[in-house]
């Protein structure tokens, strides 16, 4: 790229964060075979040390990509068939309802429809983490839906996925990532041990305080439960690392692609396997294996993204074009990150995203949809206020902090809700219908969760932004 693109990059990465009280960010673009980095902020406001090219941020569930890349070198190697049970190759395996679990497929772990409660995080043991000890306390993992049914993200599916990869080459999830990805790639600001962590320059999350006008302030520990590394706990990596592995899947665009997997296998990562529900964003319209995939223009897009304890990550791929987008930020961003893709897509390729234009259609009957409904880490009531319907939501792991939102139509069976301290809008979408005509499901955040009360409640206007 040239040097006015580069400043380009610069002056507009450093606008938003501002503009978005980002605390640290980090972006990489790659485009038309050049590479060219832009970075903004600190990797902690404590210690305030700058961020640079180099340093490392947690990538969340993009590393789910990474866990399907080494499934699908096992399937080239005729280890794996991804349309095998799951207990073909991990008998130990047990959830909470065994006939249930005797049927998962490999395949439907990858794509999130299993069934499995996909937000189970319990403690890591204390006697040290392992993907194993997580597997063991499967046998309390709840059906969310019948498997094969419907699609509801699931890191739970790819938490057994990563301990598949162990039994069947006996070697320990973060060792092939090393063996099978960083070192074939030639990748070298990855973490994906934390013991390593003093090797790098590594990012510190942050969280919103409370109130309005409340500062970012250092989150209460550095990771989330490491048991769940495969799902995206652990995996920390520079944004230029990221688009390096990020080529290898994209056509033409890595002379060492070749290494990593076959054209066959690659190409199937991003083949749709389930749709995902509608209004999703930009480009997002199928899970594949792995990816998350949509198209632009008829062509192609492929895309993930991640968050941890106060570190988000953001990859989007065009692999016919050999254009791809990497940011990673180490407080709330998503508004950021909207503004900045658009803009740099726009501005370096001239690409703007299919956005999903709300119909005409006006919301169906509120009896539909009021009701309470619950998977194992949320829980969200809908009632009707009174300027229509009100959505209040609490984590089940704090079940007194309850935040909510009126819900605006966007069609008969869809609306968008904005939460309080929250710079962009969600999408809830109620699904299938029992033989009252009510919704059995809401979905929300790529996350279903099953109606397990009815309800007729009037919520006061009060608190719903």
Not at 58 to 69: E, H, L, M, N, R
Not at 231 to 247: E, K
Request: hydrophobic share 40%; aromatic share 6%.
């Amino acid at each position: 790229m040239e040097q006015t693109q580069a400043s380009y990059l610069q002056a507009t990465l450093d606008e938003l964060r501002h503009r978005h009280g980002v605390v640290g960010a980090s972006l990489a673009i790659l485009h038309e075979g050049g590479l060219e980095t832009a970075v903004s902020g600190v990797l902690n406001r404590e210690t305030l040390v700058p961020v640079t090219a180099d340093s490392l941020f947690q990538v969340g569930s993009i590393t789910k990509v990474f866990t399907a890349t080494l499934v699908m070198q096992l399937v080239d190697e005729g280890l794996v068939d991804l349309d095998q049970t799951v207990q073909t190759y991990l008998p130990q395996l047990c959830t909470s309802q065994a006939a249930a679990c005797r049927q998962v497929t490999v395949r439907q772990l990858l794509c999130h429809t299993s069934g499995l409660e996909g937000d189970f995080f319990p403690e890591d043991d204390p006697f040290g983490p392992s993907i194993a000890g997580f597997v063991e306390r499967c046998r309390l993992l709840p059906q969310l839906h019948p498997v094969g049914e419907r699609f509801s993200y699931c890191n739970s599916g790819y938490t057994i996925v990563g301990r598949l990869l162990e039994v069947v080459t006996g070697r320990p999830w973060a060792g092939l990532m090393r063996e099978r990805i960083l070192e074939p790639l030639g990748l070298q600001q990855v973490l994906v041990d934390p013991a390593d962590a003093l090797r790098f320059r590594v990012a510190m999350g942050h969280l919103k305080g409370e109130g309005e006008d409340a500062a970012h302030c250092l989150a209460p520990k550095c990771y989330l439960p490491l048991s769940h590394a495969p799902a995206g706990t652990v995996l920390s990596m520079s944004a230029t690392d990221l688009l390096g592995f990020a080529r290898a899947h994209m056509d033409g665009c890595s002379d060492r692609a070749d290494t990593l997997l076959s054209a066959v296998s690659r190409d199937a990562m991003q083949q749709p396997q389930v749709a995902v529900p509608r209004h999703s964003p930009p480009a997002m319209t199928h899970w594949g294996l792995g990816w998350i995939v949509g198209s632009c223009n008829g062509e192609t897009v492929v895309s993930h993204y991640g968050g941890t304890l106060g570190q988000f990550g953001y990859l989007r791929c065009f692999p016919r074009r050999g254009l791809a987008l990497a940011v990673l930020t180490n407080s709330d961003s998503m508004g950021m990150y909207e503004e900045l893709e658009a803009e740099l897509l726009s501005g370096i390729a001239g690409i703007t995203l299919p956005r999903d234009a709300s119909s005409e259609e006006s919301a169906g009957p509120a009896d539909r949809f009021v009701g309470c409904y619950q998977n194992m880490a949320q829980r969200i009531e809908v009632v009707v206020g009174d300027g229509g319907l009100v959505a209040r939501r609490s984590e089940l792991a704090q079940p007194d902090t309850v935040v909510a939102s009126r819900l605006a139509p966007i069609d008969s069976d869809c609306f968008a809700a904005r939460w309080p301290r929250s710079s962009t809008q969600q999408t809830i979408a109620f699904l299938d219908q029992d033989s009252a005509g009510r919704a059995r499901y809401l979905s929300i955040g790529f996350r279903l969760l099953r109606r397990v009360a009815n309800g007729d409640s009037r919520a006061a206007s009060q608190g719903a932004g």
